[in-house]
């Protein structure tokens, strides 16, 4: 009998232990995040999703189109950040670096499923830390491939690319890809700033000696060189247009006008309408040589320092690895979600519109370096140093060499304000 009621009384302490926790996660706490209407649309159905899994908590959208980071940091000032924060890891960085967003080791120490390696890409997770903290849940990472028109490839009899194509290839492609006629123009390449880093990477260059704790600049090399020579090369050749004649013959890949795009996995949702020409995903081309390589960009959630429902917030930011969020995620088709047993799923993989290579969005992270570094003015960075250079580049205005050079001395000058 005093057995019995030992029991009984060790049931009852659970299960008033369980009813506390649950009473703990109530209340309500603000998500912002940006977006297209699409993205909007799924963050509401996980809000939802997760409200019905937690009664008596509610989740406000704090939907921010424009100027983002701008107003997040407006909020911060006037201490009224939203609690659960969508981001790039060096937005977080700049945060994080003010005192201004929780440390979720405890989160990550506790959810032992999170390393796990079957079920996560957790190769990013490094790619969310501070001063050696966890800073922020992921929602997935998108890398860059090269699209390409199969009906131009066809009509000009080019053999689809590989994943044995060097940069050889594509320029014997590009060629018979390129024509100007004085009336019509097509062009084998459409690219922009983030995609001539794509290019850096695979002829084995890089922009600092690492990407998540840089603190050297090492752009001007003779691999970053090469990259801008053959960027340049092309232009002249007629084969990647000048910025200006991007701009005047209206649009890029979904035009019909370019044969090839090197962009982010994102672009596959885009694409999915576009039913004027087949097309299909190929790997960045290789240097030979040279490994593989290419750029990955990632997203994630942050968790306000001074919330007033740190618990709430938490659960909110790590319901985002969860099954049914990754899944809600992964239908936009933009998102290659971080549980890649969902992102490399048939249903994933083969949705409606989907191109035959899918697959590379989830199997090119294992050859990603970060697109961004994790430094507070990596923007300003983009802005003031590296695409004013690019702008030059592609104007044939100034050398391969010169632009490596101002690139470098611009960004040691920026590097060096936050060291």
């Not at 850096?200 to 752009?219: A, H, K, Q, R």
């Not at 809600?328 to 933009?334: E, R």
């Not at 250079?389 to 490596?404: F, Q």
């Amino acid at each position: 009998m005093k057995r019995t009621l030992t029991l009984v009384i060790a049931v009852i302490m659970v299960l008033c232990l369980a009813s506390t926790a649950m009473a703990e996660l109530s209340g309500t706490i603000r998500f912002s995040t940006w977006g297209s209407q699409a993205e909007k649309e799924i963050n509401e159905a996980i809000i939802a999703a997760f409200e019905e899994e937690n009664p008596g908590c509610h989740v406000e959208l704090e939907y921010i189109p424009s100027a983002y980071t701008t107003t997040i940091d407006t909020e911060f000032v006037g201490g009224d950040a939203p609690d659960v924060i969508y981001g790039h890891p060096h937005y977080f960085v700049s945060w994080a670096s003010n005192g201004l967003l929780m440390n979720l080791d405890e989160m990550f120490e506790e959810d032992k499923d999170f390393f796990y390696d079957d079920k996560f890409s957790t190769s990013m997770y490094d790619m969310f830390m501070y001063d050696g903290h966890h800073i922020g849940t992921i929602n997935g990472h998108d890398t860059f491939l090269l699209f390409y028109n199969k009906d131009l490839f066809d009509a000009a009899g080019v053999a689809y690319p590989t994943d044995d194509w060097t940069w050889d290839d594509f320029l014997a492609a590009a060629e018979k890809l390129s024509f100007d006629d004085g009336e019509n123009k097509q062009y084998a390449l459409s690219l922009d700033q983030l995609s001539v880093q794509a290019i850096i990477y695979s002829f084995g260059g890089n922009l600092f000696n690492d990407m998540t704790t840089p603190t050297e600049v090492v752009y001007n090399s003779e691999d970053t060189v090469a990259a801008l020579k053959m960027i340049q090369d092309c232009v002249k050749a007629g084969y990647i247009p000048e910025t200006r004649d991007s701009e005047l013959i209206g649009g890029t890949f979904a035009t019909g006008k370019f044969a090839m795009q090197i962009t982010g996995a994102w672009a596959v949702a885009s694409y999915m309408g576009v039913d004027a020409f087949k097309w299909d995903v190929a790997q960045v081309p290789l240097r030979t040589g040279y490994p593989r390589r290419t750029s990955a960009f990632v997203a994630g959630y942050a968790v306000n320092d001074q919330t007033k429902n740190p618990e709430l917030a938490k659960a909110f930011a790590k319901y985002f690895q969860s099954d049914r969020a990754q899944t809600l995620l992964s239908s936009l088709g933009l998102i290659t979600v971080i549980n890649h047993e969902i992102s490399g799923s048939d249903e994933v993989l083969n949705a409606p519109g989907s191109p035959e290579h899918a697959a590379l969005r989830v199997t090119t992270i294992d050859n990603a370096t970060n697109g961004y570094a994790n430094l507070t003015n990596f923007i300003e960075m983009l802005d003031t140093v590296i695409t004013p250079a690019y702008d030059r580049l592609l104007a044939c205005t100034e050398s391969p060499e010169d632009v490596a050079t101002d690139i470098q001395q611009g960004m040691e000058a920026l590097l060096a304000e936050v060291q």
